[in-house]
C-alpha cells in the first residue's frame, strides 16, 4: 500500500524571502514536505534580486529543484476576484493552493483572509518556524534569532515577541 503524498506548502514571496535574508531557505525546504511555489513568486524574487537583493539568490537558485514551480491553472470560481484583490505573487500562490489542494504560505493579512474565506489552510513565516521546531529542525532559541534578524533587517512585522508565546 503506498503512502498518500502530502500536500504541497505554496510559499509566496515574504516567507521566501525571509529565510532567505538569514540564509536558512535550506533549512525551509527541509522542514516541508512539499515546499512549492508559483511563476508570479518567482517573477517576484527575480526582480529583488534584480535591485541589489543578493540574498534572494538560494531562493531562486532551489526554484525548480528542491522547491517545487507549480503551474497554476485558472479557477473557474473566484480567479477574477482573487486576482483583483491580491498582489500577484499572493493571488498566484493562493490559486496554486487552491488548485493543488496545499497550504498557503504567506505573511499577507488580505491574502490569509482570503484564504480562509475559501476553505484554503494558511500559515506565515512565524507559524513556519514553529513547523520547524515541532520537526526537529530548529530550536526555539534559532527561531527567536531568525525572528529577530527578520524584524531588524527587514522591517517584519510578526504578532508574537518570542516564539515561547506560540509554541503549545
Known amino acids: 500500500m503506498s503512502a498518500t503524498p502530502r500536500q504541497p506548502v505554496v510559499l509566496d514571496a515574504t516567507v521566501l524571502s525571509n529565510f532567505a535574508s538569514t540564509g536558512t531557505v535550506d533549512v525551509l525546504v527541509d522542514m516541508l514536505d512539499r515546499p512549492t ?21 538560494d531562493a531562486l537558485a532551489r526554484i525548480g529543484d528542491d522547491i517545487t514551480l507549480l503551474g497554476v491553472e485558472e479557477l473557474s470560481s473566484g480567479a477574477a476576484a482573487i486576482r483583483d484583490r491580491l ?49 526537529g529542525e530548529i530550536d526555539a532559541s534559532t527561531a527567536n534569532q531568525w525572528l529577530d534578524n527578520w524584524r531588524a533587517t527587514r522591517g517584519y512585522y510578526a504578532p508574537v515577541e518570542r516564539i515561547e508565546e506560540i509554541l503549545g
Open 37 to 57: 511555489t508559483v511563476p508570479a513568486v518567482q517573477t517576484e524574487l527575480e526582480r529583488g534580486y534584480a535591485r541589489d537583493y543578493d540574498f534572494l539568490d
Open 87 to 135: 498582489d500577484s505573487g499572493e493571488a498566484e500562490a493562493l490559486l496554486g493552493a487552491m488548485a493543488h489542494e496545499g497550504t498557503l504560505a504567506t505573511d499577507d493579512l488580505a491574502a490569509r483572509e482570503m484564504a480562509t474565506e475559501r476553505g484554503v489552510p494558511v500559515t506565515g513565516s512565524v507559524g513556519l518556524l514553529v513547523v520547524g521546531i515541532r520537526r
